[in-house]
């Protein structure tokens, strides 16, 4: 939480310095995905006031995804947004006019789900896996953990499935064998009768998973 106040407060340093002589506050707007676990430091700073604390309004717009949250920073109508690093890093790959100004939860913060006769890692070989998207959060923490839990991620098959919700239901219903959820879908992972095979923010080994990003244009024209 501290990276987000920082990143922002560096960016709005010329602007909050003149709201709080005129004794008013510097409006921003900041786009995240949907309301998870990995999302919730910007919530949890405005709900305790931090941003007011230092001259700023913040307005929080949430979204369905990493890709509308990239769209809305790109076409100007959020100032920051809050999204998977992975998206981050295609879009800089890609030559969008994007720049990440702060990295956030830098572990894998997930549960790998099974049906319940998978009793081990290996048992995945030759399984279906559903994921999110083909080149999302969700797969690129799926292949790391599955190759740090000792299984080659060539030798299974990812599918998309979804959101969380659908993911877990493809593997209860036998179309899917394994996914990842984050930590909130645990109730759900239960009542589906599914089994937690492992808790990924166990291993050790990091891994960016979100990110504070801009625009390289607002960082030029704003600072």
Do not use: C
């Not at 769209?71 to 809050?82: M, N, T």
């Not at 690093?85 to 789900?113: C, F, K, N």
């Amino acid at each position: 939480m501290r990276a987000v106040l920082m990143a922002i407060l560096v960016w709005t340093a010329p602007f909050y310095g003149i709201a709080y002589a005129q004794k008013q506050l510097t409006p921003i707007k900041i786009a995240y995905a949907a309301p998870t676990v990995d999302n919730v430091l910007i919530a949890i700073a405005d709900s305790q006031g931090l941003f007011e604390k230092h001259g700023i309004k913040a307005e929080l717009v949430g979204m369905r995804g990493g890709v509308l949250v990239m769209q809305s920073v790109l076409a100007g109508s959020a100032d920051f947004g809050q999204a998977g690093a992975s998206e981050t890093v295609q879009a800089i790959i890609s030559g969008m006019d994007v720049v990440m100004i702060a990295g956030l939860i830098p572990r894998m913060h997930y549960l790998l789900v099974t049906r319940p006769d998978i009793s081990k890692p290996a048992d995945l070989e030759g399984k279906k896996f559903a994921v999110a998207s083909l080149a999302g959060t969700v797969t690129i923490v799926a292949r790391r953990s599955l190759q740090t839990l000792g299984v080659t991620p060539e030798r299974v098959t990812f599918l998309v499935a979804g959101a969380p919700q659908d993911r877990l239901l493809a593997v209860a219903s036998g179309n899917m064998d394994a996914t990842i959820v984050q930590p909130e879908s645990l109730a759900a992972v239960k009542k589906a009768g599914l089994k937690v095979l492992k808790d990924l923010s166990e291993i050790p080994e990091p891994i960016q998973l979100t990110t504070l990003l801009t625009t390289r244009k607002a960082t030029r024209e704003k600072r």
